[in-house]
């Protein structure tokens, strides 16, 4: 059954148990009851029951007589969590070229199985609505759209941008939007902005593979810093670092790092940014992956906290919309003008049209529609691959629990060789991401990211137990 035909009950089970693994409820805790998750979902007293019943069934709920429904112990064999990464003692040269430019030429053949690049299926996203706006935009105005747009983007989408922005407190007007072609260019744009061949960038460890290739041809150098799988960067370690160390800018994730899934609390993201204001370094956030968030409410970017006084914003629409739109942008404040100028020099300015048609769907309140179907979505392939993980792997797996975005992060011990086992799983048309591509150092190679960016069905779900397979294979050689 496809994510799109998943029944409502379906759905809010593994909305459920996605609560449960990220720890928001304990075990033992009660639910909420039949009548309250009813009036809640907006869902028959029956759906209701049926999604508590077939959790019950799967032990992740027990029932207990005149009272409710209770999260069941804990699961004899769940994965631990992954390993905390050690910081690096220098900063390192990046080379990454050749092994993202594989993975990507691999990752975009629909013939593996696509656990590769972090990219949402284009049917999953359902951007059937979007295409509409902008059809209607070519041919109720085309030839006034078919030209060199203004540099700094659109500004229709930059005011919309600008509203939601407001959601999470980063205020903002249209004049501080610069549209980009995706996340990819407004961290180019920011990183040219703020360093010079050779300075060296902080990162985290691991990181987003995109972010090290840029880093690498850019001529820069990358201090890994360690990050808890749940609570993200280890604020201690950067404050050591810039003691010691001259850093340009530090480049993190808002929310929900690639690969691991974590977030930072708001305490954590404070203190980070005091480190940071102490010893005057700028931070080029990526939130392409804030609005993919499974709790109550969206996770508020490290902008939000400081105003923007030294902190330079980067996202995009790639994972959360139309990733082929190729449509992000970037906030840089007092370094505004410089990123425009950077922006000319690059690529002049971006396509007019799908940025007509994404200010359109904005403006018309269809993208939280959307959102709230997609993350279902994610979460609860999250929570089916997480099983099957569990189920098809070597039982010294760890696995991460994100709480945001559509990637899963396995590490195996340490003898373990991802990369034997990519070439193995090719071979059985299955591809994914070995774990060195998210290090500049190259480091953990006895790990690997699976992308949960495609509807569940069960030649996912046979790739999944059979990469598991060749993972027990290896290990037992």
Not at 300 to 323: E, H, M, Q, R
Not at 447 to 456: D, K, N, T, V, Y
Not at 466 to 477: D, M, N, P, W
Request: glycine letters at 8%.
């Amino acid at each position: 059954m496809t994510a799109a035909t998943t029944f409502r009950y379906e759905q809010l089970a593994g909305l459920i148990t996605a609560m449960i693994d990220n720890g928001t409820l304990a075990p033992g805790a009660r639910v909420p009851s039949v009548r309250t998750l009813s009036i809640r979902h907006g869902v028959s007293m029956s759906t209701a029951l049926k999604t508590y019943r077939t959790l019950e069934d799967r032990g992740v709920l027990v029932a207990r007589p005149q009272s409710g429904f209770y999260v069941a112990a804990p699961r004899n064999g769940a994965f631990a969590l992954p390993s905390m990464s050690r910081r690096r003692a220098k900063a390192s040269t990046v080379s990454i070229s050749g092994a993202v430019a594989a993975l990507l030429e691999y990752s975009s053949n629909r013939a593996f199985i696509p656990f590769g690049c972090a990219v949402p299926d284009g049917e999953l996203l359902g951007s059937k609505r979007l295409d509409v706006a902008l059809a209607r935009a070519a041919r109720r105005e085309g030839a006034r759209y078919n030209v060199y747009g203004p540099p700094q983007g659109e500004l229709s989408l930059r005011g919309e941008i600008a509203k939601r922005a407001m959601r999470v407190e980063h205020m903002l007007s249209p004049d501080d939007v610069v549209i980009t072609s995706g996340c990819t260019e407004a961290l180019t744009l920011a990183l040219t902005a703020v360093a010079k061949p050779g300075d060296t960038i902080a990162v985290e460890s691991p990181t987003y593979m995109g972010l090290l290739h840029t880093l690498e041809m850019l001529g820069l150098k990358a201090f890994e810093l360690p990050v808890d799988p749940t609570r993200g960067i280890d604020v201690g370690a950067l404050a050591q670092l810039l003691a010691t160390e001259r850093v340009a800018a530090c480049a993190f994730a808002s929310n929900f790092n690639n690969p691991l899934g974590s977030a930072m609390s708001e305490a954590d993201k404070r203190a980070l940014l005091a480190v940071l204001a102490r010893y005057d370094v700028p931070l080029i956030e990526d939130d392409v992956y804030g609005d993919l968030y499974f709790g109550r409410e969206r996770p508020k970017p490290f902008v939000a906290f400081d105003g923007g006084a030294n902190t330079i914003y980067c996202s995009s629409f790639s994972k959360s919309l139309a990733p082929g739109y190729r449509i992000g942008w970037i906030t840089a404040r007092g370094r505004t003008q410089r990123v425009i100028e950077r922006k000319l020099a690059f690529s002049l300015c971006g396509a007019v049209l799908p940025q007509i048609a994404v200010a359109e769907f904005l403006a018309s309140g269809a993208y939280d529609t959307h959102l709230r179907s997609v993350r279902r979505v994610f979460q609860d392939n999250l929570v089916h691959m997480a099983r099957v993980v569990e189920a098809s792997f070597p039982p010294e797996t760890k696995m991460s629990r994100p709480v945001g975005g559509f990637v899963l992060w396995l590490e195996l011990p340490k003898h373990f060789d991802s990369r034997a086992l990519f070439d193995e799983a090719l071979k059985q048309g299955i591809c994914f991401a070995p774990g060195d591509v998210f290090s500049a150092s190259r480091r953990f190679r006895n790990c690997l990211r699976l992308s949960a960016g495609h509807g569940w069905d069960d030649r996912i779900e046979d790739g999944v137990q059979r990469l598991g397979q060749l993972a027990r294979e290896q290990l037992a050689q």
